[in-house]
């Protein structure tokens, strides 16, 4: 994702160009455009349309949901006949816009069309819309209107790829008998801006353009940047999505490093780890494990989870797009009304600590989470606390302003007590929590908060082989790192880390900053273990490359392969997918020999949509497995010098059919794994 004032000079150039194209008012600044979006946290997500219709199941399964046309092959021809089944009579949109926004929600995105095509408003460009169904009401109408009255941000969903239309490409896979001879791309762009024009001239001010469906290799960057100036140019101040372009990088959201990054990042169903500074980014999730409705999926997150991550989120900075998926008469399922009258009532009485807040100028806090206001020329900070401290004490380390008062949210009549103790600020709380979910603390600091975080203790590995060079980091000026090796705090008294720490046996490092030799954070720690490496194995007259077996079927997690028959097989020179494989529903096992130059650990990566898992001499390192899209994972594992088996397993259902596998060691940056080190 590209950082807020690349965007913004780019965004400046566009304004530009739109204002010469005589959009008739004055072009906003990105942050004057983002400001509603960045004060509001939290909205909501609804996935609904014909496909709500099979609830989940078909043919005996009961996994599926708004991706059933494709995971359960349905004929175009038998998928058409749910219009005329569509018939939600208690649709009420004012019910949906209200249960939003006594939830705290401050915006709404719908789908208009997600992937298999179906437009819930009036289009003269199709017949597959709402029209055509016994319903014939405009539902993307009707909720903007309900919207409008009770004050929230209309917001569209409008997927890039669809199912329906004949001029889109690619085909699925498993259409065999839908031919695309006579398909023209340009002319479905030329479709899908005809109805984006509908959407944005027809329902008044939209807040945000929400894309999807961008990942096949149909879809370019340059597609994006075009499309991202057409909409614009239809209302210039709306936000877009960074799924406008070709550049995300998987489930996590973001995009790769020097790609168009639209508005605003998408990170889906998670939360980034550490947050992301300088970048706007929204979480999107379910409530369950499926967007758009499954009768038979019970696995409801609840209601403290849920409070919570909308918590987590706006402390980093985020925005939490909440879904939710109607059924097919038209009403919210039970569940999630529950759970959003449940973060409703939380947030009638803490909204205040989510609405216009920033990200926490604490790394981590072992009670909570924290977000921040400016007051003038003072902050406010409200400490979220999960963790209720048994003797009642709140401490806030690391932290230089002096307190001006503290209350409750939940009891704002009564000030608590605040009262410093070296770099802490100590708060004495009441004896019960308002909420046990989530009670909130208001601190109210003299000044911008001046922050000292624990250093950070930086090492290539968690485990150890023979040694391992450990550094100790503080972004403060003027501070000393001192540390300890048992785990215990700190003192004055402690060794000072001036030089990386030289780490051989299993060890907790713990380190805290000073100055003038009082401690100004908290103590941080990291526990390093010593291990084996695994013996290289012995094999004779290697041959460079690796085997592969190609299967085909249609899983959502990898499959027992050794059960299984293969379609073909052959050699492979990396690991990369054989020639001539299907777009969709096939998996492959790539398997051979690594040369390891040097007794190390050694970190391996798979980066795949969708599933996959990396084996070193049996031992499963990368667990990458499940329906996603391009999404990596980690592992790492000691080795000795010299041979050992890999074995890489793949699996692709639908959408994006991709693999990259690499590694990295103390010795050398991560790269993608070459076929020089490659045998079988």
Known sequence: ????????????????????????????????????????????????????????????????????????????????????????????????????????????????????GFCLFDSKYTDFDVM??????????EMARACRKQGLKICWYYSIMDWHHPDYLPRRGWEKDRSSEGADFSRYIQYMKNELRELLTNYGDIGVLWFDGEWESTWTREYGFDLYQ???????????????????????????????????????????????????????????????????????????DLIRKLV?????????????????????????????????????????????????????????????????????????????????RLALSGIYNDPLDAKMLADPQNSLTVQRDEDALIITLPNQPPDTICSVVALDIKGKPDVSNPPVIEADFSTVVS?????????????????????????????VADAPITVKESTTVAARCFRDGRPVSGTVSRRFMKVNPLPAQQISLPQPGLQYLYYEGNWDKLPNFRRLSPAKSGVSHIFTLPPEVRDEYFGVVLEGYIQVDETAVYAFYTDSDDGSQLFIDGHLVVDND???????????????????NIRVEYFEKTGGNDLTVSWRSGSFDKQEISGEVLFY
């Not at 999505?241 to 990088?249: D, E, K, L, M, P």
């Not at 998670?270 to 369950?288: F, H, R, S």
């Open 467 to 495: 040694s391992l060079q450990v550094r100790l980091v503080s972004d403060r000026d003027n501070v000393t790192i001192r540390y300890t090796l048992d785990g215990s705090d700190p003192s004055a008294e402690s060794p």
């Open 1 to 116: 994702m590209e950082k807020r004032s690349v965007q913004a000079t780019f965004l400046a150039l566009m304004a530009a160009a739109l204002l010469i194209g005589g959009c008739g008012k004055k072009e906003l600044s990105q942050d004057e455009r983002m400001a509603w979006w960045r004060d509001a946290r939290f909205g909501m997500f609804i996935h609904w349309g014909l496909y709500a219709i099979p609830a989940g199941e078909w043919n005996g399964q009961v996994n599926h949901a708004e991706w059933i046309r494709t995971t359960a092959q349905i004929p175009l021809e038998k998928y058409d006949t749910f219009l005329s089944r569509f018939d939600p009579v208690k649709f009420d949109a004012d019910a949906w816009v209200k249960a939003a926004k006594d939830a705290g929600m401050k915006y709404i995105v719908i789908t208009s069309k997600h992937h298999d």
């Open 626 to 644: 499940g329906l996603h899209g391009l999404h990596e994972q980690e592992g790492t594992i000691a080795l000795a010098k010299g041979l050992h």
């Open 312 to 392: 987590d989120i706006a402390s980093k900075g985020g925005n939490f797009l909440l879904n939710v998926g109607p059924r097919p008469d038209g009403t919210l399922p039970p569940e999630s009304l529950e759970r959003l009258a449940a973060m409703g009532r939380w947030m009638k009485v803490n909204g205040e600590a989510i609405y216009g807040t920033q990200a926490s100028p604490f790394k981590k806090l072992a009670w909570g989470r924290c977000t921040q206001k400016r007051m003038g020329d003072n902050s406010r900070l409200f400490l979220h606390i999960f963790d209720w401290p048994a003797d009642g």
């Open 230 to 304: 057409y909409v614009r140019s239809l209302q210039p101040d709306i936000i877009i999505n960074n799924r406008v372009g070709a550049g995300r990088s998987g489930m996590e959201g973001m995009n790769k490093e020097g790609e168009f990054a639209g508005d605003f990042g998408t990170p889906e169903q998670q939360i980034p780890a550490t947050g992301l500074p300088g970048v706007d980014w929204e979480t999107c999730m379910t409530m369950n494990d499926h967007w758009g409705w499954n009768k038979h999926d019970k696995n409801w997150k609840s209601s403290e």
């Open 132 to 141: 055509s169904t016994p319903f014939k009401r405009d539902i993307m109408a």
